[in-house]
Antibody, heavy 119, light 106 residues
Framework: EVQLVQSGAEVKKPGESLKISCEAS????????IAWVRQMPGRGLEWMGI????????TYSPSFQGQVTISADKSIKTAYVQWSSLKASDSAIYYC????????????WGQGTLVTVSS | SYELTQPPSVSVSPGQTAIITCSGD??????VCWYQQRTGQSPVLVMF???KRPSGIPERFSGSNSGNTATLTISGTQTMDEADYYC?????????FGGGTTLTVL
């Protein structure tokens, strides 16, 4: 399985842009899909979308379609999620998680990135 | 959109059996997995394909899925099992999480 290391905590103002990352190591990145999951304070897990870095095939949750952009750079084994204009309601912990092609569970999770959006 | 429903909380005494349910339309036709999330930590996979345990997950964890309900059972619950538990399934090409169940061991 891969190991996932996410970028550090961010503090931003409403309207600012942001891109956070998730770097994979250990196993063949090309065999894995990377998902992003949001967890708002005191709340449950929400699936945002998933990308296959091999060809950048991406599927978004309807709830997040148009709100974020998920991308990946397979050459550096890194996936990203970005916002063009943050809102206070984007404040949350964001996790990346991986699943192997052909399997339908996430067996490795990043440590989470705390995003705080406040004026 | 597809929904998975979990009870918000379950309480058990140490050594007892904890049963956490996850309900959804024809859920038995899908593979369900479960994640454990201790306070302040990332989720950890504790069950996949309904009833398979990843390596390192104690045998006291077991799972089943039939009809409209999947179940995560923890036999001989220990205080270290106190955590939030989330079920997860796929609806076509999208991932669905249950709302989560807080397991209290007291």
């Amino acid at each position: 399985e891969v190991q996932l290391v996410q970028s550090g905590a961010e503090v931003k103002k409403p309207g600012e842009s942001l891109k956070i990352s998730c770097e994979a190591s250990g196993d063949s990145f090309r065999s894995y899909w990377i998902a992003w999951v949001r967890q708002m304070p005191g709340r449950g897990l929400e699936w945002m979308g998933i990308i296959y870095p091999g060809d950048s095939d991406t599927t978004y949750s309807p709830s997040f379609q148009g709100q974020v952009t998920i991308s990946a750079d397979k050459s550096i084994k890194t996936a990203y999620v970005q916002w063009s204009s943050l809102k206070a309601s984007d404040s949350a912990i964001y996790y990346c998680a991986s699943r192997r092609s052909g399997y339908f569970y996430f067996d490795s999770w990043g440590q989470g990135t705390l995003v705080t959006v406040s004026s | 959109s597809y929904e998975l429903t979990q009870p918000p909380s379950v309480s058990v005494s140490p050594g007892q059996t904890a049963i956490i349910t996850c309900s959804g339309d024809d859920l038995g036709d899908k593979y369900v997995c479960w994640y454990q999330q201790r306070t302040g930590q990332s989720p950890v996979l504790v069950m996949f394909q309904d009833k398979k345990r990843p390596s390192g997950i104690p045998e006291r964890f077991s799972g089943s899925n039939s009809g409209n309900t999947a179940t995560l059972t923890i036999s001989g619950t220990q205080t270290m099992d106190e955590a939030d538990y989330y079920c997860q399934a796929w609806d076509r090409t999208t991932v669905v999480f249950g709302g989560g169940t807080t397991l209290t061991v007291l």
